[in-house]
């Protein structure tokens, strides 16, 4: 009997499996095999073992990072469903990343992070893969690696984590986080209470509780199919959660058997469906980067501006920090991803094929009428009227900019005003606080720099209140920068700023007093400074281009794309983008 029958592997009898794909190149291909038989052997495995679907497991634990602190019960469960299904389990270690242990930010490193996946993906013989990620950059990092790898993926999250009680409030990171430290800077709270706290944000190993951008990855990664229906809510110390683990090591050997790649889940249609829930959530603005990204790998382009008209006609129905008032266990309990998606339904894509080998609908279908809830609001009755995340254009973004509304305030959505201007990441640290800085509350605070090449695009688009006007009340002012923004944070914030201005972009040229006009209901950010000005600026003080002698940090400089090209590295994309959605639906 060949080697594939006896797996049960319906791939074709010439494509090699489990332990006889990829070999190690020696010149010959017998003595490639029985070296790495004697080597598994002395592991202990037997020739049984060596027979069956190889389904490796990547495995993201490290004492870095907390997100990720039930690795070890999830691969033990994720091996479990691997040997019930017939498939041999094998874990393998790939770079991970938290969000609070990465320095310079944990974006610099998630498209290494994607390079590690895809590459010990391809080098080491397995039919199928379970990524398990869960802190922000690594679920994007993963469907990344597996866009570009090929073979059958599923992903797995580590789930969030459970909720603290400070002084019998209800608190979870990181929402609560920059809550509670705003109280502090305002001098509302003292030292005493805030060392309180941060004793209470972070109940549990997990991720993030809030709706930042763990839980919209996990969210979005449901939605595109990639990961099991019921997969993104359970929290992480659950059984659920457990369950859950054992249920995708199963799900990846049917996947490694019937030959279900990722091109055949991640389509067009699928991404459609993921930007959906993104907006219908209101998902982090990292989403629409990592998103971006993913599709950028299958050859697939993300239109900013058709993005903003699927916004227009899709409210925001889960009423999750940072945009509503719960946390995602209370997520799960109302029914997760189902209970969206039902709402949903009528605006997604219900042919889209998901892990299952069923598509979207079959999977909604097969899960039942819903329940009574709060947490999920019906279609009819939003929590807000439009999608989470607006696309704004003008002078200052030509190549766009975005802007989180669901979690803005409505006064300062239409907002014309004064910048007062912070030149990168230092300038802020050193003026930000000071007293004599010249700002009121309708100024507009600019940060420069932050964008991919300026600083690697930091979570630093939340520009603090100066704490001057925090003290004496100021809750929100409208930011601009070309950075990123945690999705646990809440403002009237612009963010994404392309192009930005350690390349050029008009972002570089303001200058302390020029005005600044922002319409979210005419989706324009402007600055009302002519462009000959801006020229003269421009010629009088050219921008330098950041660069480096070696290393990682060379590559990065030389190959990252902008925000519009998710941030990714550019020769990890395909030479061209053969598909362009969300699509012109008036055209259908
Ligand atoms: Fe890991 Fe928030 S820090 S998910």
Avoid at 113 to 127: G, H, K, V
Wanted: proline fraction near 6%; charge should be negative.
């Amino acid at each position: 009997m060949s080697e594939d029958k006896k797996s049960g592997n319906s791939k074709p009898k010439d494509d090699p499996a489990g332990f006889h794909k990829g070999l190690t190149s020696y010149g010959d291909s017998g003595f490639s095999l029985f070296l790495r038989k004697a080597f598994i052997k002395g592991a202990g495995f037997t020739d049984n073992s060596l027979d069956r679907p190889v389904i490796g497991i990547a495995n993201t634990g490290s004492a870095f990072n907390p997100c990720h602190g039930n690795m070890p019960q999830l691969i033990e469960a994720v091996k479990r469903g691997v040997m019930l299904a017939g498939g041999l389990p094998m874990d393998f270690p790939t770079i991970s990343i938290h969000e609070s242990f990465a320095s310079p930010t944990s974006m610099y490193l998630r498209n290494l992070m994607s390079i590690d996946t895809e590459e010990m993906i391809r080098a080491q013989p397995m039919d199928a893969v379970v990524m398990i990620g869960g802190c922000d950059k690594t679920v994007p990092a993963q469907l990344m690696g597996a866009a570009s790898a090929g073979i059958p993926a599923i992903q797995l999250v580590t789930g969030s984590m459970l909720t603290g009680s400070h002084r019998s409030e209800r608190v979870g990171a990181c929402t609560d986080c920059r809550r509670y430290w705003g109280k502090y800077r305002a001098d509302e709270i003292d030292g005493e209470e805030i060392a309180d706290v941060n004793n209470q944000l972070v109940a549990s190993v997990g991720t993030c509780s809030v709706m930042g951008t763990a839980s919209t990855m996990a969210c979005v990664t449901e939605a595109l199919g990639m990961m099991l229906p019921g997969g993104a809510a359970p929290a992480a110390v659950t059984a659920d959660r457990i369950r859950v683990a054992e249920r995708t090591g199963a799900t990846a050997v049917a996947m490694a058997i019937s030959g279900l790649t990722p091109d055949k889940i991640m389509t067009g249609k699928a991404f459609e469906n993921a930007l959906r829930v993104l907006l219908a959530i209101g998902g982090s603005t990292n989403g629409i980067i990592h998103l971006t990204a993913v599709a950028g790998r299958m050859g697939i382009e993300i239109d900013l501006e058709r993005l903003d008209a699927l916004g227009r006609e899709t409210p925001v129905l889960i009423d999750l920090k940072p945009s509503g008032q719960y946390y995602m266990e209370d997520f799960h309990h109302a029914g997760g991803m189902h209970a969206l998606l039902r709402e949903l339904k009528p605006l997604l894509h219900l042919d889209a094929m998901t892990v299952t080998g069923r598509t979207l609908g079959e999977e909604l279908e097969a899960a039942g009428p819903g329940f009574k809830q709060t947490v999920v609001r019906p279609f009819g009755d939003p929590i807000y009227p439009q999608g989470g995340i607006a696309v704004l254009r003008g002078n200052l973004a030509p190549g766009g900019a975005i802007i989180k509304q669901s979690a803005a305030d409505p006064v300062l959505m239409e907002h014309e005003g004064r910048a007062v201007v912070f030149e990168n990441l230092e300038d802020l640290a050193a003026r930000i606080d000071d007293d004599a800085l010249d700002v009121t509350a309708d100024d507009i605070l600019v940060l420069k720099h932050i964008g991919p090449t300026g600083a690697s695009m930091p979570e630093a688009g939340y520009i603090p209140i100066p704490k001057k006007l925090a003290r004496a009340g100021v809750k929100d002012m409208v930011r601009i920068s070309d950075g990123r923004m945690s999705g646990t944070a809440a403002g009237t914030i612009v963010l994404h700023v392309t192009p930005e201005a350690a390349i050029g972009g008009p972002l570089a040229y303001v200058m302390n007093g020029d005005r600044i006009r922002l319409s979210v209901q005419q989706r324009a950010i402007g600055l009302l400074v002519s462009d000959a000005e801006l020229a003269a600026r421009a010629k009088a003080n050219p921008v330098k281009t950041p660069s480096a002698e070696r290393g990682y940090r060379k590559l990065f400089l030389s190959t990252v794309t902008q925000a519009d090209k998710g941030v990714d590295f550019d020769f990890l994309r395909p030479a061209a983008m053969t598909e362009r959605i969300p699509r012109d639906r008036t055209k259908d």
